[in-house]
């Protein structure tokens, strides 16, 4: 089997992944949005429902809530190059019964991951969005909760700022800690102003 090195080919191929058919409650559908220019890089979890359908990431209220974080908007967020999206699972798990979507197949970030990532090489700033994202990349570098992984963001700067995810789940969580609105969210415009303006 040859193995494509290339980002064109890293992601013809992520874009034709079927491992988890069977696994899915739907046919995959995967979604990753980089380019050799990325240079802010968001890695999310998972695509939601609406992504799913979209093919677009963070077509939904949790993106819309990103994109005021970033302090761009959409059309900076979907047609600027130097931004690319690559969640730890490129296809939507599915909706948990119990609440909320099942947690991204981890088979995608060993399947796809490091490849993907290493054809990345322009990338300044790696958002991590949310304990999953937060437990592949800094492993024994993470804190004891994704809070206290957030808290200590400035441990991981400049290369990564942790960040919880903006799903609508999470408004209790940003109004218990005014901390990430004052402090953390005035770094990050700063860092993506200077790398829009880069
Ligand atoms: S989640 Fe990842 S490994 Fe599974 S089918 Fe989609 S792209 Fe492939």
């Excluded at 013809?12 to 980089?34: E, F, K, N, S, W």
Aim: charged residues 20%.
């Amino acid at each position: 089997m040859t193995i494509s090195t290339d980002l064109d080919a890293i992601l013809a191929d992520i874009r034709a992944c079927r491992a988890c058919l069977g696994q899915l409650p739907h046919t995959p559908r995967p979604v990753v949005h980089v380019f050799p220019e990325t240079r802010l890089l968001i890695c999310g979890q998972a695509p939601g429902r609406r992504v799913h359908e979209s093919g677009l990431p963070f077509t939904d209220p949790s993106g819309d809530r990103l994109r005021d974080w970033l302090g761009i908007d959409a059309t900076a967020f979907y047609g600027d190059r130097r931004i690319g999206v690559a969640a730890q699972a490129f296809c939507f798990p599915g909706t948990n019964p119990k609440g909320g979507d099942y947690p991204p197949p981890r088979r995608c970030a060993e399947l796809w991951r490091p490849r993907l990532l290493a054809q990345l090489r322009k990338v300044e700033l790696t958002l991590l969005v949310g304990g999953h994202a937060q437990a592949w990349a800094l492993g024994e570098r993470r804190k004891a909760s994704m809070t206290a992984t957030v808290a200590a963001w400035a441990e991981y700067a400049p290369e990564i700022l942790p960040l919880p995810h903006p799903s609508w789940r999470n408004t209790a969580w940003l109004k218990r800690h005014p901390w990430f609105e004052a402090e953390v969210l005035p770094y990050l415009r700063g860092r993506v102003t200077a790398i829009l303006a880069s």
